[in-house]
């Protein structure tokens, strides 16, 4: 019973992590079956996106910083969708006044909302990364895999020597979480597995729903090719990447602040503990 209450309430944190998501999902379903007035569907899904960000920023729920991310994440998605539909890989089929070379531009908070989900995540389950590879090994294979999105097309598709780097680079390394006060590991190439595929899911219900078509479902829907999940993979992993070493980056913050303010002398040991727990709140 212990086994399915936490089993449980991990679902319950993933669900709320997923706010983003399935506001996305959400709003895809509603313009498929009802017609709003004024504006064309990928407007209003570019409308109720820009309101679900400035809300979830207002409530507290993600905080500048993630913001900051989650725009980086935007600008990748676009910009990826921009060759992606330029080359014929999927299109965008319906009108739109917010459209640029086919793109409609609430496309971006798609790949957005993954980022979305990697800080609720990473905030509500308490993760932490144990035996984090290198920054000089992390930063040129999010680079490369990015970049082969782009390359393969003109030359041949490395993705499987990627994913062959990948094991090597993260075999050693882990991700704790906890689950209601119990503390869990996984080993982060298994995790990088599971997001792509629950991805992939997410993928065919966002084509049922038309958010997109690939070019052999513009006569009829048709599940999305399992081969995506290998794409998918390598995406959530420049994801996990960028998110993780923010992360890191911002850890480090408070540590040396707190190295600097002991060097000068402002704290006394005796002062140490209550500054630690100061350091401790949340960003």
């Known amino acids: 019973m212990r086994a399915l209450k936490q089993l449980v309430r991990f679902g319950w944190e993933q669900a709320l992590s997923c706010l983003f998501p399935v506001v996305i999902f959400a709003s895809l379903a509603l313009t498929k ?14 409308i109720i996106c820009l309101l679900m ?25 676009l910009a990826l969708e921009l060759f992606k539909v330029h080359m014929g890989s999927w299109s965008y089929p319906e009108e739109a006044y917010f459209k640029i070379w086919g793109v409609p531009l609430y496309s971006g908070f798609m790949y957005a909302s993954v980022a979305s989900y990697l800080c609720q995540a990473w905030r509500r389950l308490n993760v932490n990364l144990i035996k984090w590879p290198p920054f000089l090994a992390v930063v040129p294979l999010a680079a490369a895999i990015y970049l082969n999105f782009f390359t393969h097309h003109y030359w041949m598709d490395v993705r499987w020597w990627l994913s062959g780097l990948v094991i090597i680079v993260f075999w050693p390394s882990w991700v704790t979480y906890e689950v209601g006060g119990k503390q869990y590991r996984m080993p982060i190439v298994f ?21 997109w078509e690939y070019p052999n479902q513009t006569d009829a829907w048709s599940l999305v090719h399992l081969g995506k999940v290998s794409s998918w993979l390598l995406l959530v992993i420049v994801s996990f990447l960028i998110v993780a070493t923010l ?26 503990q209550s500054y630690q727990q100061d350091l401790n709140i949340k960003q």
């Open 191 to 211: 995790s990088f597995v599971l997001i792509g595929f629950f991805i992939w899911i997410a993928e065919n219900i966002a084509t049922f729903f038309g958010a």
């Open 33 to 46: 079956f009802i017609q709003l007035p004024f504006l064309a569907r990928y407007d209003w899904l570019l």
């Open 53 to 77: 960000q400035w809300q979830m920023v207002r409530s507290g729920l993600e905080t500048r910083d993630e913001l900051k991310v989650i725009t980086l994440f935007h600008l990748i998605g």
């Open 247 to 272: 992360k890191q980056v911002k850890g480090n913050v408070p540590r040396n602040r707190e190295r600097s303010i002991l060097t000068e002398g402002r704290y006394s040991r005796n002062d140490k």
